[in-house]
């Protein structure tokens, strides 16, 4: 008799449970919820199931718990950490749902597409309607809202903001009538302030993504707001980093360096430094837009050794971003601004080759970045085959799609002799 293969615990998912904010018992019912919506049918997946993915005991979970698995993490099974067991391992194909039409249309049979889908999917594992409207909140109800902060800001990363705007949007007028009309501690004030500021600036961000720029200001201050009454001095930095790259894309990176700098000479700093190296990576761009190419590599240098010191196993869920690609790249953001096109293409180049597969959105945009900075060096075939790579990319940024309508159009006018 063959030996039994021994079981080896599936760390892949354990990792992705953790980045998605997904306990055992949350991931049964995103499962059951994705099964419903594919096949039509509710599905039966428990938290025992999930125990025994994790734990290697299954080593390929059955087809109709893969596929809404495969939908959820946007991974094929073995991306996941699942091990092929032979002509079995096939996936059952989802059923066509039915998409209501326009009022006085007949309605129409389509597949599921994934944008839209991943959306509705968000929105449904938020829990939203499990915020309450009265009574007395609790901390208990404090570590739901987390991990739903944790949720949006994974699926912004992955997705973009046009995945999330919405979905972020009304989760704050949730948070907000729960403010005004709950009972609570004041322990768990500040932690409601807390989380109306983390959502204020995730969907600030998204709002940003999306061309919505008056928006995004509004849910900014909306952020600053909320972390000020929430005492929390890291809340307050972001907001006002936040604020700063509004001011930059307004086109006043003067005044988005006079609060990036007012910012770095908060106290608490000295035990955040992840947070000091965005500041410092940040204001690098600003001093380099100013005409300031000596202040932009004493910052970068800055970031990059308070960036050494850091624990990113520790940090908040919204600076996961925040990466050795991630600073990378801000420098190849920063050596634009300053004209040293090389430079820049160089550590754009690096941050694509560092960035980890979950990172969809930044992907996108530094790939749409170095194709503008090949086209800048005069090399429009190489920056159009670049600009090919992030076509058909499910990210939902209109954003970093108009560049790169852009510059695809552009490298074909001059890889053509047109211009």
Known sequence: MAAATPRQRNTVL?????????????LAEEVNRVTADLFGRPGRCTDRHVRRWVSGEVRWPWPAYLRPLTEIFDRTPQQMGFVPRGAS?????????????????????????RRSFIAASLAAALGVDQLPRRGRLGVSDVTRIQRTITWLDAHFNGLG????????????????????????????????HRAV?????????????????DLAAQLRNTALQAALLARDPVSVTRAWSDLAAQADHAGRPAEASRINRAALTERHLREHPLITALLHARLADYLAQTGDPTGMGRHLAAAERVYDRADPAGAASWLAFLTPAELSGLGAIAHRSAGQYARAEQQASQT????????????????????????????????AATARGAHGSTVTSSR??????HVTAT?????????
């Open 400 to 405: 970093i799609s108009q560049r790169l309508d």
């Open 14 to 26: 354990e990792g992705l449970l953790a980045e998605y904010g997904f306990s055992h018992e949350d």
């Open 411 to 419: 490298a074909a006018q001059h890889a053509g002799g047109h211009l």
């Open 161 to 192: 903001g046009g995945a999330v705007m919405d979905v972020a949007t009304d989760y704050l007028r949730r948070l907000q009538h729960v403010l005004d009309h709950c009972a609570y501690g004041e322990r768990v004030e500040r932690e409601l």
């Open 352 to 383: 694509l080759g560092l960035l980890a597969p979950c990172f969809t959105r930044n992907r996108a945009y530094y790939t749409v970045l170095l194709a503008e900075l090949q086209l800048a060096q005069g090399h429009a075939e190489q920056a």
């Open 89 to 113: 391992s096939a996936l059952p194909p989802a059923t066509r749902r039915k998409v209501p039409a326009p009022c006085g249309q007949k309605e129409v049979v389509e597949p599921v597409q």
């Open 197 to 213: 500021a983390d959502v204020a600036a995730c969907a600030g961000w998204s709002a940003h993504d999306c061309g919505r720029h």
